[in-house]
């Protein structure tokens, strides 16, 4: 990854692309209620303030009925003038679902007769052929030279420009890299020049002070099962959240604002990707981008994190498990 002269642009693999980027698990039902519409209508705001690097996935929409499913606000929306042209469009593919009812089975799949079924099934709901293409996570059963070897197979016939993968063990990265991706979890991908596309930078929302209590979350949102966000871990957890907003009220920018500014200050090669169904809270993390620290606001940031444990696996067990470590 090069460094830029504009702080606030990355380079993923050769292209400059703006950060923060947006996240769009939460337009599916990942985390409560979504509407389509409203969807559409961040999006395309999304593009005419220039916030272009997208994240999307085939699984997420995991249970909506029918075509309702996350990939299509943004594939129609992309349709619409030269939107297309303007967005960097990542998407990842490996939890196996039925793409009928959109039922997950709950495995990962990294197999070559899944992973072209899966790429162009993304092709077609997207109506478009996204730049990046990243591994959900890594199916243990399939060997490394078998997945990234159909993929660049894949990526020189055109149906994608780059390869990316998620939630890699060091080892599988460094691995990974031998097969496809080009030399050049922080350190090896840093070793590697593979920049970072940073998930849930706030949290899940629990970093932004607006969640109190488990009881908070709508009774469909997934958060509900994830044990950071459990009776027992909540209070605890809360605690670093009381001491980022002191933070972010003594500078006047909001505790959203904070932590997106604090993930993009770890390095040029880090890209935060926050999710929101608003437009409102879009342009407040966009806002993000303006923000600098003093080597000081660095230094007690780091030690108020470092100070604390965080109560609770970041994954329920059952997904837990398809996360190398
Ligand atoms: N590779 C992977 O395995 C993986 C896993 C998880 C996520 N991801 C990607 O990362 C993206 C972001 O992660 P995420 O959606 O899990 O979590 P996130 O971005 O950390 O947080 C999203 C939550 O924060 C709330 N929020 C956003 N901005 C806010 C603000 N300024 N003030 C108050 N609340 C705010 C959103 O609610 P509203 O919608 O109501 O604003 C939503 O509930 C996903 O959309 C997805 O693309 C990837």
Do not use: C
């Not at 990842?92 to 799949?109: A, L, M, V, W």
């Not at 770890?266 to 923000?291: C, V, Y």
């Amino acid at each position: 990854m090069a460094n830029t002269t504009d702080l606030n642009l990355r380079v993923v693999a050769g292209v400059k692309v703006p950060s923060p980027g947006f996240g769009a698990m939460g337009l599916s039902n990942a985390y409560g209620t979504s509407n389509d519409e409203e969807s559409k209508k961040l999006l395309r705001h999304a593009i005419k303030i220039g916030l272009t690097f997208w994240d999307t996935a085939d699984a997420y929409g995991n249970g909506h009925k029918l075509s309702t499913i996350y990939q299509l606000p943004a594939g129609s929306v992309l349709a619409e003038g030269d939107n297309r042209s303007k967005v960097f469009l990542a998407t990842k593919f490996g939890h196996e679902f039925d793409p009928e009812t959109r039922q997950s089975s709950g495995k990962i799949r990294g197999d070559a007769d899944y992973v072209r079924q899966a790429v162009e099934n993304s092709i077609k709901r997207l109506g478009t052929t996204p730049d990046l293409i990243y591994q959900h996570r890594v199916d243990p059963n399939v060997s490394l030279e078998e997945t990234y070897g159909t993929l660049e197979e894949l990526r020189q016939a055109g149906k994608f420009k780059y390869i990316g993968i998620s939630e890699p063990s060091a080892e599988t990265l460094r691995k990974a890299a031998k097969v496809h991706l080009r030399p050049g979890f922080a350190p090896a991908a840093r070793e590697l020049n593979i920049p970072i596309v940073a998930y849930s930078p706030l949290g899940r929302g629990f970093l932004t002070g607006r969640y109190k209590s488990h009881e908070d979350f709508e009774p469909n949102d997934r958060r509900r099962v994830h044990p950071r966000f459990s009776q027992e871990h909540f209070n605890n957890n809360l605690k670093i959240v009381e001491k980022l907003t002191a933070l972010a009220s003594k500078k006047n920018i909001t505790p959203a604002q904070l932590s997106l500014a604090w993930v993009a200050a770890q390095g040029q090669d880090i890209i935060p990707i926050p999710g929101t169904k608003t437009i409102e809270r879009l342009e407040e993390n966009w806002a993000s981008r303006d923000i600098v620290f003093t080597p000081e606001e660095l230094a007690e940031l780091r030690t108020a994190i470092d100070q604390f444990t965080v109560g609770g696996t970041r994954y329920p067990e059952q997904m837990l498990k398809h996360v190398e470590k």
